[in-house]
């Protein structure tokens, strides 16, 4: 997921010169708004890539306990699929961020898409059944 994001990110950086001292509920420049956005996703990705971790640990657990070559699939479906949602993530947002041709408002879309994006794949794995220990 951070070969996506850390391109859409930069983006989002390339007009933030320093870190905005705004509260983020009250945020109202472009760089304010930027800012809170990055801090943000930054810890959405987080808890993706942490989330991220313990599914592929998982399956790959079951893959090797599995006695069919069939049942072998979880962890090459798991790639599969977390490797089709950063594509389409990076689609989206950039469609979402092109809307705005450049202006101030393109960092923002694409922030808030990212933020967005990060989310669902959150609670997609939190329907996913634990790993265990």
Same mark, same amino acid.
């Given at each position: 997921?951070?070969?996506? /994001? ?20 009250? *945020?109202?420049?472009?760089?304010? /708004?930027? *800012? ?22 998982? *399956? *790959? ?73």
């Amino acid at each position: 997921m951070i070969r996506i /994001i850390l391109p859409l990110v930069l983006l989002m950086l390339w007009t933030l010169p320093v870190h905005a001292d705004d509260d983020c509920a009250n *945020a109202t420049t472009t760089v304010a /708004i930027q *800012a809170c956005q990055t801090e943000k996703l930054i810890g959405l990705q987080s808890d993706v890539d942490v989330r991220y971790k313990k599914r592929l640990d998982a *399956a *790959a657990a079951q893959d090797k306990a599995a006695t069919a070559a069939t049942d072998k699939r979880h962890l090459k479906l798991l790639k599969q699929s977390q490797t089709a949602f950063e594509a389409y993530t990076k689609a989206e947002c950039q469609r979402q961020a092109y809307m705005y041709n450049g202006g101030t408002m393109t960092g923002i879309a694409a922030g808030t898409c990212l933020q967005t994006m990060a989310s669902r794949r959150i609670e997609d794995m939190k329907v996913w059944p634990e790993p265990e220990e």
